[in-house]
């Protein structure tokens, strides 16, 4: 069974599709730049998807899904690619959800980012560096391609908390990566936060600052002078600092402003739009580097302002995200009708 996957993944990438479903009764469906095709290829029975999870999930992960009826994991096919995968239960059937991760994270010019986004967050060598946007929205590859490049540029420990491990990092000649699982390698982020906090670490990559321990944690050891970069889910730079100071309860809460005011460097916001040929997508983002006059707001719980300051930066190197939109729009890169609605009010 794991050959035919192979020839579904193979397929799928010749589409340029990101995403691959398998449900038993149901030809193998796939996502191409936001949009779902179906292979002309047969189904796969109960039985052979049964036969599949099998074949993919070890017996540790399958006492997992057993125990929980479903389990977020990411593996390597034979042909060499691989992927994050959720295995679960639909209509009392097995199904597979599939998230292809290239072998080897594109640079950060490869992605779409101008030159002065990547020497902003290239030079940051302390503090903490957030990367948001909606779900499949390319905040890991955009991480992995951070740190693959500081990895390569610099001589530093980076110590990786993911859930799961996606891009798997290899040898340097001058750095050190040491990739740790959440369920596997530490039994949560807090506690694996914690404990690279005495591996001598000097980038810390968070796959999801998910609650209040976690976000303490990470500003602590941003503090202490490490890098800390952490993705969420979040629109948007305001989104993002309302989001770490709320995670908080109210008495807690001016402590926790001052922290970020101190310690946040810069917030990269992002989004992954179709291409008008359907065969990609290209990256919108905005970027807000933590001036003195947005530090300022954020201590006086004016987070509201923020926007104002994010589109007049721009000598500052605030990049709002109207100003990548119109570049994607002017050199047809996407057509409006492409652009979401909530990003589209950025264009008025």
Do not use: W
């Not at 149901?26 to 779902?36: G, K, L, N, Y």
């Not at 057993?66 to 977020?72: N, Y």
């Not at 239960?89 to 998230?99: D, P």
């Not at 001016?254 to 990256?283: E, H, T, W, Y």
Request: hydrophobic content about 40%.
């Amino acid at each position: 069974m794991i050959d035919s996957l192979n020839t579904i993944v193979a397929k799928a990438m010749a589409l340029g599709a990101h995403d691959v479903h398998l449900k038993a009764a149901f030809a193998p469906i796939v996502r191409v730049a936001d949009e779902i095709r179906r292979l002309d290829m047969p189904p796969f029975s109960p039985k052979e998807m049964e036969r599949l999870v099998f074949q993919m999930l070890d017996e540790r992960r399958l006492q997992i899904f057993r125990a929980k009826g479903q389990i977020d994991c990411s593996f390597e096919l034979p042909n060499g690619v691989r992927a994050r995968a959720n295995v679960f239960f639909q209509r009392n059937n097995l199904a597979l959800s599939l998230r292809l991760i290239p072998q080897k994270p594109p640079t950060l010019e490869k992605l779409g980012f101008s030159q002065d986004v990547i020497d902003l967050i290239l030079k940051t060598n302390r503090g903490m560096v957030l990367i948001t946007g909606a779900t499949n929205s390319g905040k890991s590859t955009t991480a992995a391609a951070v740190i693959d490049t500081l990895a390569q540029r610099e001589s530093v420990h980076v110590i990786t908390i993911e859930d799961p491990v996606e891009y798997v990092f290899g040898s340097y000649p001058s750095s050190i990566v040491s990739q740790r699982q959440v369920g596997e390698d530490t039994p949560s982020f807090n506690h694996g936060l914690t404990s690279a906090l005495r591996q001598d670490p000097d980038i810390l990559f968070i796959g999801e600052l998910r609650d209040q321990e976690t976000v303490e944690t990470c500003l602590k050891a941003a503090e202490t002078g490490h890098l800390v970069i952490g993705t969420l889910h979040t629109a948007n730079a305001t989104q993002s600092i309302l989001r770490l100071i709320n995670i908080f309860p109210s008495h807690q809460r001016d402590n926790v402003r001052f922290m970020l005011s101190s310690c946040l460097k810069a917030i990269v916001s992002q989004a992954l739009l179709p291409m008008p040929s359907r065969q990609g997508r290209v990256l919108a983002y905005e970027v807000l580097p933590m001036l003195p006059s947005v530090c300022n707001l954020i201590r006086q719980k004016k987070i509201h302002e923020i926007a104002s300051i994010l589109r007049v930066g721009r000598r500052s190197g605030c990049i709002p995200m109207s100003a990548t939109l119109k570049d994607l729009l002017k050199t047809g890169q996407v057509k409006m009708a492409d652009i979401p609605p909530e990003l589209r009010e950025d264009l008025k």
